[in-house]
Nanobody
Framework: QVQLVESGGGLVQPGGSLRLACAPS????????MGWYHQAPGKQRDLVAK???????SYAESVKGRFTIFRDNYGNVVYLQMNELKPDDTALYFC?????????WGQGTQVTVSS
């Protein structure tokens, strides 16, 4: 069974940076795409950033220019570099991986942006 293990969340002040990591239990290039979603309390889970097996990236409008998704094929890890964090970025962040018709999810890592 595919597992996604996330790390890197925490508490940071506005304007600060965090890097999230997602390590799958299979080769990351086996997935059609991998991405990060976030979900704030009482809100739906929304896409933050995505990277396809071909390396094409896409971002939510709210994070363009501040967040970067990239992968380390050798280390088999997908990262989300988050800069210029804002209080509105506070949420539970989930790693997602898509393989054919299946969606896989990590357990989530909390990101809190507060002074």
């Amino acid at each position: 069974q595919v597992q996604l293990v996330e790390s890197g969340g925490g508490l940071v002040q506005p304007g600060g940076s965090l890097r999230l990591a997602c390590a799958p239990s299979v080769n990351i290039l086996d997935f059609n795409s991998m991405g990060w979603y976030h979900q704030a309390p009482g809100k739906q889970r929304d896409l933050v950033a995505k990277i396809t097996v071909g390396g094409t990236t896409s971002y939510a409008e709210s994070v363009k220019g501040r967040f970067t998704i990239f992968r380390d094929n050798y280390g088999n890890v997908v990262y989300l570099q988050m800069n210029e964090l804002k209080p509105d970025d506070t949420a539970l962040y989930f790693c997602n991986a898509q393989m054919h018709q299946f969606d896989y999810w990590g357990q989530g890592t909390q990101v809190t942006v507060s002074s």
